[in-house]
């Protein structure tokens, strides 16, 4: 056979199905696969390798939640238990993480006015400045770039580049409310509030920017700042020293107030230490209960004033070398979905439960023959107010400052929710009607909700329910500063 034949003869034989490929397709290892020898030593008769495993799993973090998630439905109790725990665990950690996460800026400005660069900056970042005094005072120009960095940081570049310093603002009633408990030891006074609906602004003048002892955590900027301006009249109990911080958040922070402080170390520039009091400061708690209660203050704030107290040590001391704590801070999350009921049309007489109290429990479910979809749910959660006072009362009788895990979710109310019913593509019906209770009361607790739902033009069937809304959390924000004046 001449070699153009062979040639030929072996291209076509090529073209043929190999028996080979009438073998059955590799096998694809499920993503629990990786994480099943851990998952089955949660099970383990001996209580050390269970301990090894869940630790080994958490550090491990969003890659094994899927398989946690799996192995949560597992019949072995003790499994299905740590692995329940172990999703609740790290997605908690995650949420922590994506909520202290900080906004990364870039800003240049060349041959700028300061008037008109804080202009600018206030439009771009939504933070309310105001420069105080005359207008035509901050007319210099100036030029310079911040690099890419945190929202904080090239604040304050921003502020040493134009010769700017940031004023106190104390209102009057903040003042007013610190006369009237100037005879107990208030320890943590809100301030920045007023009457108007706007944030507070941040009152920038001219002057020569002092280093002062700063710490950058996340989205939170913690400053040193004399303890003696930030109040009226205040009782320093004997022994006793008192630390001001400054507590600022970058502009989308919806934050509530400000839950408690906790010293974890404290030391002088002689090595001694300086702890935290450990009796009761109940006029923390009663103070924040007024402000929590007054409707005049449930506005969008930036910063918060803080007093800290330290027992002094045998040598007298001037300066704290290092201090380091948490703040328990608490802030409004996006919007974001809470309970999904899935499958939809079939889940009359179902309760889904989230990981934070949540639970709808679905009393009825109609499709009408005109395509209307009729829903009556039940929503179960917990009134947010009574949930702090219970954890407050109870932290401050405890120990005297609030220690709060790491994120601690509180149901919101009930007008900031929204309820959607998507098709299996995601497309969402267009919500009619939503008839039941706008807001909780002292005696809410499970109300019931009719909703009516109407398909559009070639509506795919309704897959699942939705529940949207904001939470109420209160984080750790951990703290550290460095060389702070005592007075």
């Known amino acids: 056979m001449p070699d153009r034949c062979r040639i030929l003869l072996g291209f076509l034989l090529s073209l043929l199905p190999s028996p080979l490929c009438a073998q059955a397709p590799e096998h694809r290892p499920d993503k629990a696969d990786a994480f ?4 089955q030593q949660l099970g383990s008769q001996h209580f050390s390798e269970r301990e090894a495993a869940d630790r080994a799993l958490e550090a491990m973090g969003s890659p094994a939640l899927e398989a946690l998630r799996q192995a949560a439905q597992s019949p072995d109790p003790e499994v299905g238990r740590r692995a329940e725990a172990l999703v609740e665990k790290i997605t908690k950690r995650l949420e922590l993480a994506k909520l202290l996460a900080s906004r990364r800026v870039h800003w240049v ?9 804080t202009a600018d900056l206030a439009k771009k970042t939504g933070l309310a400045l105001t420069l105080e005094g005359e207008q035509g005072r901050y007319a210099r120009r100036i030029t310079f770039d911040t690099g890419e960095t945190t929202f904080w940081k090239g604040f304050d570049r921003f502020c040493r580049a134009a010769g700017l310093v940031e004023q106190p603002t104390l209102p009057r009633r903040a003042e007013a409310l610190a006369a009237a408990d100037r005879r107990q030891r208030a320890v943590v006074v809100t301030s920045g509030y007023s009457s108007s609906s706007q944030a507070m602004a941040l009152v920038l003048a ?11 955590s996340g989205p939170f900027r913690v400053l ?4 003696s301006g930030l109040i009226g009249p205040h009782v320093q109990a004997p022994g006793e020293t008192l630390i001001g911080l400054q507590v600022a958040a970058e502009p989308q922070v919806i934050w509530q107030g400000l839950r408690g402080v ?3 170390h404290a030391v002088d520039e002689l090595g001694q230490d300086l702890t935290q009091p450990l009796e009761p400061h109940s006029s923390v708690a009663d103070l924040q209960g007024r402000w929590a209660s007054d409707n005049d203050i449930q506005r969008l704030m930036t910063a918060w004033p803080v007093l800290v107290p330290l027992k002094l040590a045998p040598q007298p001391s001037r300066l704290v070398k290092e201090i380091t704590g948490t703040l328990a801070i608490q802030m409004q999350t996006p919007p974001e979905p809470l309970l999904t009921v899935e499958p939809f049309l ?18 009825e479910v109609q499709q009408q023959e005109n395509g209307l979809v009729q829903v009556r749910v039940q929503l179960e959660t917990v009134v947010p107010g009574q949930v702090v006072g219970r954890a407050m009362r109870g932290a401050f009788r405890a120990n005297g400052a609030v220690r709060i895990w790491a994120v601690e979710s509180l149901p919101t109310h009930a007008e900031q929710a929204s309820w959607s019913l998507l098709d299996a ?18 005696n809410w607790s499970a109300p019931e909700l ?6 559009l033009d070639r509506q795919g069937e309704p897959a699942k329910l939705v529940y949207s809304g904001p939470r109420t959390v209160v984080l750790d924000v951990p703290f550290t500063l460095k060389d702070v004046p005592l007075p």
């Open 36 to 39: 099943r020898p851990l998952l």
């Open 109 to 117: 400005y060349h041959d700028t006015s300061v008037a008109e660069i």
């Open 206 to 216: 001219e002057g020569k920017p002092q280093d002062r002892p700063t710490c950058y």
């Open 224 to 227: 040193s700042v004399p303890a």
């Open 262 to 264: 906790r010293v974890q």
């Open 346 to 363: 079939n889940s009359a007489g179902q309760t889904v439960r989230g990981l934070d109290g949540w639970a709808i429990k679905v009393l």
């Open 425 to 442: 593509k995601g497309q969402a019906f267009r919500l009619l009607t939503v008839q039941g209770p706008a807001l909780p009361n002292g």
């Open 450 to 455: 009719r909703l009516v739902f109407q398909p």
